[in-house]
């Protein structure tokens, strides 16, 4: 098979596409805008690899999208591209509607033109798999059963509100149109190679440096937190074997508040990385006001993909924060440049978002 996968050389994506080239015989079409938060680095293991290429354009750009569609004839689509920070949609929500909503139209419509002139044998084969997240559901109070696929949308920050409709438009294709859509929507990713503005890497770099460590609040909004790897894993399965039409929620079974993850980093460093002074990294916690409209639990029940497809999460999440925390510290050559083109310090410290 060849797959095309969109914003490859980011966090989420860049484990698919290892997960692809390493794992599988599939060759491997990444489609990437390279913006602040992709990094090709993440790539290293496969960049040289017969079976990956690179093609450095953006979603919304109608005729590279169709040009590549026609050179490499994929078979099918994973779709990742997307603007994912919440804090930077509440700052300015333009670029996420430009990317979210009107990128996966033209992904969509160049997908489409492209399936109806497909043999009848490839036209079984192909398949559109639109990736989002669980943000889309909204808030749950802390006794609300977790989220299914018949979860009704309440999305309420600019992000999640674009990637509502992303999935809405995705769905109308499929019945609409006759596209073979597949959707999933995920909890929140953690592991190593995450862009260092989100939460746990945040805290890693700010805790390793003896900066303060700004948590939203009193830190009592809770995730559901999944190892990327496991999530790459699933996003595989379900692009290979999903239903059309159908939605998958992918979750770690890892609900944490997100003080308690901050908490679990600093006694992490405490033991392989003490203070010269002898404090404790969790002095270093600081509570700062919330952020507007801030959600404050989500929570998956992944029990179809379980049943239906064979996935479940391998990595407990201790012993993935561990190996997360384990690799910040051994990669610093990794993380330190995009801190330096970035970010000053002050911005850096400031950066708070608990999503991917």
Avoid at 244 to 258: I, M, P, S, T
Wanted: one cysteine or more; hydrophobic letters at 40%.
């Amino acid at each position: 098979m060849k797959i095309l996968v969109t914003g490859g050389a980011g966090f989420i994506g860049s484990a698919v596409i290892r997960n692809l080239i390493e794992h599988g015989r599939e060759e491997v079409i990444n489609v990437d805008k390279l913006t602040y938060a992709a990094n090709l680095d993440t790539l290293a293991s496969v960049h040289c690899h017969p079976r990956y290429t690179l093609e450095h354009l953006d979603i919304c750009d109608v005729a590279a999208l169709k040009d590549v569609f026609m050179r490499h004839q994929p078979d099918a689509v994973m779709h990742l591209a997307a603007e994912s920070h919440v804090d930077r949609s509440i700052d300015g929500p333009a670029d996420f509607i430009q990317t979210n909503i009107v990128g996966t139209y033209n992904m969509l419509e160049v997908a489409l033109n492209y399936f109806r002139q497909l043999d009848s044998m490839s036209r079984e084969q192909f398949r559109f798999h639109h990736i989002s997240s669980d943000e889309v559901f909204g808030s749950l109070g802390p006794n609300d059963p977790p989220f299914t696929k018949n979860t009704p949308y309440k999305p309420r920050s600019p992000y999640s509100a674009t990637k509502a409709a992303s999935d809405h438009l995705s769905l109308a294709w499929y019945h609409t149109y006759g596209l073979p859509v597949v959707l999933s929507n995920c909890s929140n990713n953690y592991g190593p190679f995450q862009f260092p503005e989100k939460l746990i890497p945040l805290m890693i770099i700010n805790a390793m440096a003896g900066q303060v460590l700004p948590v939203y609040g009193k830190g009592e909004n809770i995730r559901d937190w999944l190892h990327v790897d496991d999530h790459a894993a699933a996003l595989v399965a379900i692009m290979k074997r999903g239903r059309l039409g159908e939605c998958y929620l992918v979750g770690g079974d890892a609900e944490r508040r997100n003080l308690d993850v901050v908490i679990g980093i600093c006694r992490y460093l405490d033991t392989v990385l003490p203070r010269s002074d002898g404090s404790p990294h969790e002095s270093l916690i600081n509570f700062v006001q919330d952020r507007p409209g801030h959600d404050f639990r989500y929570a998956i029940d992944c029990e179809q993909i379980k049943s239906e497809l064979g996935w479940k999460p391998v990595m407990n999440f201790e012993d993935g924060l561990a190996q997360t925390i384990d690799w910040y510290i051994r990669n610093q050559e990794w993380w330190e440049p995009l801190l330096a083109n970035q970010y000053d310090g002050s911005r850096l410290g400031l950066a708070r978002s608990e999503r991917r």
